[in-house]
């Protein structure tokens, strides 16, 4: 532990279960001096874990609809009461798609499903960052962040409509960014992450095979999820502070790759079984 946000308020997002990559963020802003409070819907909590790492980090649950304003208001309003002051940090760590949840195809969607699917995965940053921007409710040079995910960018068929969640998540974080950092000196960005093993990321078909794709594929492998929590930690830091509305790749070099030789051997291993 190296104290790298010391004195440092944040706001974490998303946290399900010991697999939740914001259930991992916590624990490494935790270990390096932050204080926090846990939120995600009332729903979620019921069947999560959440309250169990408000117990081990000494962090106050806040249940709270990611996709209602006035909860928002109500979540940062407490956050800053019980922290007392403004926040350094807010990470947004939510997605989901009713249309993969019911298996429904790309080219099949319901589109009242869809438009759920937005409103959670991606308007709801938008929401959060607005109420933010309006209380006033962050720190100069605060940090923001979303996870992301490469779809964003390129084809991934099952993935459905998430793809354009993440897209419109990405477009939402330089443009919110410009204004935050203009009005408030505040910076914007979101981490694409590798396909990680978590309860949302296992629940997408041929998960298992593509997870192994893009480890072979990557030069680094994939990047975990505590890897990711730690690339986190130094995106709320002040060694970071002058990094804004960005898409920042964290997945072991996949990005960048067109094709790597040990994706043969799948292939293969795939022919021959």
């Known amino acids: 532990m190296n104290n790298l946000l010391k004195g440092k308020r944040g706001v974490i997002f998303g946290a399900l279960d010991k697999q939740s990559i914001a259930w991992k963020v916590a624990e490494h802003c935790v270990a390096q001096g932050a204080t926090i409070t846990l939120t995600n819907a009332p729903a979620a909590l019921r069947f999560g874990q959440l309250s169990e790492l408000g117990k081990q980090l000494n962090a106050e649950v806040i249940p709270a609809d990611a996709t209602s304003v006035e909860d928002m208001e109500n979540l940062f309003e407490k956050s800053m009461e019980i922290l007392g002051g403004k926040l350094d940090f807010v990470l947004h760590s939510i997605g989901m798609s009713v249309n993969i949840r019911k ?114 594929m990557s030069p680094l492998g994939n990047a975990s999820a505590d890897a990711c929590a730690q690339y986190c930690a130094m995106m709320f830091s002040d060694f970071t502070k002058m990094v804004t509305m960005q898409n920042l790749y964290h997945d072991g070099g996949f990005s960048s790759m067109g094709m790597n030789p040990a994706v043969f051997d799948i292939v293969v291993k795939k022919e021959d079984g």
Request: aromatic share 16%.
């Open 103 to 216: 298996g429904r195809e790309y080219t099949n969607l319901n589109y009242e499903w869809m438009k759920k699917t937005y409103d959670v995965s991606a308007i709801s940053f938008h929401k959060m960052m607005q109420v933010l921007y309006k209380m006033d409710a962050m720190n100069e040079f605060g940090s923001i962040l979303a996870l992301s995910y490469m779809a964003a960018q390129r084809v991934f068929p099952d993935y459905s409509e998430m793809a354009e969640s993440k897209s419109l998540l990405e477009s939402y974080a330089r443009s919110f960014g410009y204004h935050f950092g203009t009005h408030k000196k505040v910076r914007v960005n979101t981490i694409s992450q590798s396909p990680t093993v978590t309860t949302a990321g296992s629940g997408v078909t041929g998960f298992d095979l593509f997870f192994e794709y893009s480890d072979k």
